[in-house]
């Protein structure tokens, strides 16, 4: 895994992380932040929370790095940090030191890997909660999009609770919370895929919350 400054990366290690997470009282960790603009508007409602973006394109995670690294007086966030990394890499550097993990309206592998089975990307979400940590999954789903097999989940809370609960019981989590979500909670995630996708025009959001048991 790499922290990424504008176009600059730099190998990120164990202890240079915990040096850093050691200046703040919390930590969250948002999974495919994407263009990042949920870790920035987070990092400036909460100063003392260290807020990471990480994802697997570094190109996407370009200009909100560059913004944060400026200096705070411009804008700039030193609570917020980007990684280059895939989920399928978690927990890594992050093992046990997240009291919050976000995975936001995901698609692809990390769709698959965070609501299909207890695979590395679950286990790697798990894997980076202190106790007492919480895991957050916003998801939205249309038949056009081509997740046949994962559509009834997202569609159908009740469907999407069993499954999580049987997914990450296993794995230490305890599930307190699945239902739609409402308008300011898709708004508050700031994500620019969801502008995307029309969530909140064209379709539902579910949101559910799973904690370390």
Same mark, same amino acid.
């Given at each position: 895994?790499?922290?990424?400054?504008?176009?600059?990366?730099?190998? =990120?290690?164990?202890?240079?992380?915990?040096?850093?997470?050691?200046?703040?009282?919390?930590?969250?960790?948002?999974?495919?932040?994407?263009?990042?603009?949920?870790?920035?508007?987070?990092?400036?409602?909460?100063?003392?929370?260290?807020?990471?973006?990480?994802?697997?394109? /570094?190109?996407?995670?370009?200009?909100?790095?560059?913004?944060? /690294?400026?200096?705070?007086?411009?804008?700039?966030?030193?609570?917020?940090?980007?990684?280059?990394?895939?989920?399928?890499? =978690?927990?890594?550097?992050?093992?046990? =030191?997240?009291?919050?993990?976000?995975?936001?309206?995901?698609?692809?592998?990390?769709?698959?890997?965070? @609501?299909?089975?207890?695979?590395?990307?679950?286990?790697?979400?798990?894997?980076?909660?202190? %106790?007492?940590?919480?895991?957050?999954?916003?998801?939205?789903?249309?038949?056009?999009?081509?997740?046949?097999?994962?559509?009834?989940?997202?569609?159908?809370? %009740?469907?999407?609770?069993?499954?999580?609960?049987?997914?990450?019981?296993?794995?230490? =989590?305890?599930?307190?919370?699945?239902?739609?979500?409402?308008?300011?909670?898709?708004?508050?995630?700031?994500?620019?895929?969801?502008?995307?996708?029309?969530?909140?025009?064209?379709?539902?959001?579910? @949101?559910?919350?799973?904690?370390?048991?």
């Amino acid at each position: 895994m790499r922290v990424i400054s504008g176009r600059q990366q730099t190998e =990120l290690t164990r202890q240079e992380l915990r040096t850093r997470v050691g200046g703040f009282e919390r930590v969250v960790v948002d999974v495919g932040t994407g263009s990042g603009r949920a870790v920035l508007a987070q990092a400036a409602a909460e100063p003392r929370t260290l807020v990471v973006g990480l994802d697997a394109d /570094a190109a996407s995670m370009v200009d909100a790095s560059r913004r944060a /690294a400026s200096a705070p007086s411009r804008g700039g966030r030193p609570n917020a940090q980007f990684v280059v990394g895939a989920a399928e890499e =978690l927990p890594g550097p992050f093992e046990g =030191l997240a009291d919050g993990v976000f995975v936001r309206f995901p698609w692809g592998s990390l769709l698959r890997g965070s @609501i299909g089975d207890a695979g590395p990307v679950a286990r790697g979400l798990v894997g980076m909660l202190r %106790p007492n940590g919480e895991l957050t999954l916003l998801l939205a789903l249309q038949p056009k999009d081509g997740y046949d097999d994962l559509l009834p989940l997202v569609t159908e809370p %009740p469907l999407l609770a069993g499954r999580l609960a049987a997914l990450y019981g296993p794995l230490g =989590l305890r599930l307190v919370d699945c239902r739609w979500a409402s308008t300011d909670e898709v708004t508050a995630a700031q994500s620019s895929w969801a502008r995307r996708l029309r969530v909140g025009r064209d379709r539902q959001a579910v @949101i559910a919350r799973l904690v370390v048991d």
